[in-house]
Structure formats: structure tokens, C-alpha cells
């Protein structure tokens, strides 16, 4: 995976950051919030039993 920060990753999406510089280093990706660890980014995604977003804020 290449390397990217938080603030490369929004801007390339056209996101906007919040209570972060977007200093922070992107080392995975996941779509399953109990693979999440310190450098993931967790993709929310909806599935057929259940909506990845109901576990963002968790992630």
C-alpha cells in the first residue's frame, strides 16, 4: 500500500478535516470496524445484514 496522510487522502476525496492537522499516517485500510488499529482507515460500507455506518463512530 503507498503511504499516504490523513490530509492527502481528504483532499484527493475533496473532504474537509476536523480537529486534526491530517499529520497522521495511513498504514491500512479496513471495512470491518474490529480490524481497525492505530493508521487505519476505516471504509463504511452497507451490506446486506448490516450498514458499516452504524459502526463509524466506533471505529
Known sequence: ???LTVARVS???GGSLH???G????TSVV???????VG???VA?????VDGHDYA???
Open 57 to 59: 463512530s466506533g471505529a
Open 23 to 26: 499529520a497522521e499516517l495511513i
Open 11 to 13: 483532499e484527493v476525496l
Open 31 to 37: 471495512v470491518d470496524s474490529r480490524e481497525v488499529l
Open 40 to 42: 487505519s482507515l476505516f
Open 19 to 21: 480537529g486534526t492537522d
Open 1 to 3: 500500500m503507498i503511504a
Open 45 to 49: 460500507i452497507p451490506g446486506e445484514r
